[in-house]
């Protein structure tokens, strides 16, 4: 079966840490490009992080110097370790991946900072 599937989401107070994985199965994982996007309410999704088939990273300004992306091919899994959240980071993560021309979703993970 084709298909991402994020854990990890929940309620964390400002400040706080969250960890994203994001579980690949039936795809070519090894090559495939791996990113986060997120899409808060009434808002258009957004690129969050990405990393490589071969490990490079990518982040946008926002989330530079307090989310990490990684990958273990092996065990198929992307994580998104985010820390030093704001109630500005509330909203639902998603898992992209793309290769050989397909691009795949996950269902999401909803976040939510707040005191």
């Known amino acids: 079966q084709v298909q991402l599937l994020e854990s990890g989401g929940g309620l964390v107070q400002p400040g706080g840490s969250l960890r994203l994985s994001c579980a690949a199965s039936?795809?070519?994982?090894?090559?495939?490009?791996m990113g986060w996007y997120r899409q808060a309410p009434g808002k258009q999704r957004e690129l969050v992080a990405r990393?490589?088939?071969?490990?490079?990273?990518d982040y946008v300004d926002f989330v530079k110097g307090r989310f990490t992306i990684s990958r273990d091919n092996p065990k198929r899994t992307v994580w998104l370790q985010m820390n030093s959240l704001k109630p500005e980071d509330t909203a639902v993560y998603y898992c992209?991946?793309?290769?050989?021309?397909?691009?795949?979703w996950g269902v999401g993970t909803l976040v939510t900072v707040s005191s």
């Open positions: 992209n991946a793309r290769y050989s021309g397909v691009s795949l």
């Open positions: 990393i490589t088939a071969g490990g490079t990273t």
């Open positions: 039936g795809i070519a994982f090894s090559i495939a490009h």
